[in-house]
């Protein structure tokens, strides 16, 4: 069993900064990368971003240079800072896990937290 524990969502003005964080426990042996994602009301989920073991990052087009992915490897954590939020970061955000391909595991996936941007 993998458990996520994410925190860190609310309401917040546009403009204005969240900081999430999710961290995991159990057996997430073979990870080898962690981010989030992120679901607004009738869409599809999409990647915010995301950290390897290494330390390399992504990041969706629509999130540069506003929100940094960081990571706490010794406690298996993973952090969002997101900055400038605007209307349209609405969403549900969700902590995901990924592991080695030829372990042949599905990524593991937070309950969610939700983020609530008023203009």
């Known amino acids: 069993q993998v458990q996520l524990a994410e925190s860190g969502g609310g309401l917040v003005q546009a403009g204005g900064s969240l900081r999430l964080s999710c961290a995991a426990s159990?057996?997430?042996?073979?990870?080898?990368?962690m981010g989030w994602y992120r679901q607004a009301p009738g869409k599809q989920r999409e990647l915010v971003a995301v950290?390897?073991?290494?330390?390399?990052?992504n990041y969706a087009d629509a999130v540069k240079g506003r929100f940094t992915i960081s990571r706490d490897n010794a406690q298996n954590t993973v952090f969002l800072q997101m900055n400038s939020l605007k209307p349209e970061d609405t969403a549900v955000y969700y902590c995901?896990?990924?592991?080695?391909?030829?372990?042949?595991?599905?990524?593991?996936w937070g309950q969610g937290t939700q983020v609530l941007v008023s203009s």
């Open positions: 159990g057996s997430i042996s073979g990870l080898s990368a």
């Open positions: 950290i390897t073991n290494g330390g390399s990052t």
């Open positions: 995901n896990i990924e592991y080695f391909r030829f372990l042949g595991k599905g990524p593991s």
